[in-house]
């Protein structure tokens, strides 16, 4: 039995570790070391263009309050694949704005992409990206949850 979750915990770390699920993963970077100059760029203009509600002004200090409006999502989104020099420079920018805006306190900030990008090969391999990510996480969840399942059940083995 605990051979079984020896195996069952080394395919969960196999999982993980078989495909990276982020762009950070695999270029070797960390968001909160590593800036996306492209992502800056994009911010700088959305508050430009964008004035907060009830307020009326807006600026980089807001970051909360802008990452919570889906309008300045989708601005940055739109003006990424313009500004940005490459697919992986652009995924990483929307997985670092997730990242800045959760660490003023907004989760799971999602950066829309154009549609127009998403035709393009570097709107495959955003796309694909973000597919990786979503799918190697469902299957260690799973995983997990089975070698759970197996060790709250091993007791029952020996009645």
């Not at 909360?64 to 500004?83: D, E, S």
């Not at 900030?109 to 998403?118: A, F, G, H, K, S």
């Not at 597919?131 to 469902?138: D, F, M």
Request: hydrophobic share 50%; with cysteine; charged share 10%.
């Amino acid at each position: 039995m605990r051979l079984l979750l020896l195996l069952l915990f080394l395919v969960c770390v196999l999982a993980q570790t078989q495909k990276p699920l982020r762009t950070s993963d695999e270029f070797g970077l960390s968001v909160l070391d590593h800036h996306s100059a492209c992502f800056t760029v994009c911010h700088l203009s959305a508050v430009q263009v964008i004035l907060l509600p009830n307020i009326s002004i807006n600026g980089v200090v807001f970051v909360a309050r802008n990452c919570r409006l889906p309008i300045w999502a989708k601005v940055v989104g739109g003006c990424l694949p313009v500004v940005c020099k490459s697919a992986p420079d652009v995924s990483y920018a929307v997985e670092y704005a997730a990242a800045w805006c959760a660490r003023s306190g907004v989760d799971n900030v999602t950066i829309p992409m154009p549609e127009w990008y998403l035709q393009t090969p570097g709107g495959k391999y955003f796309q694909n990206m973000i597919q990786s990510s979503a799918t190697a996480a469902a299957v260690s969840f799973g995983l997990m949850a089975g070698a759970l399942a197996l060790v709250s059940l091993a007791p029952l083995a020996f009645l």
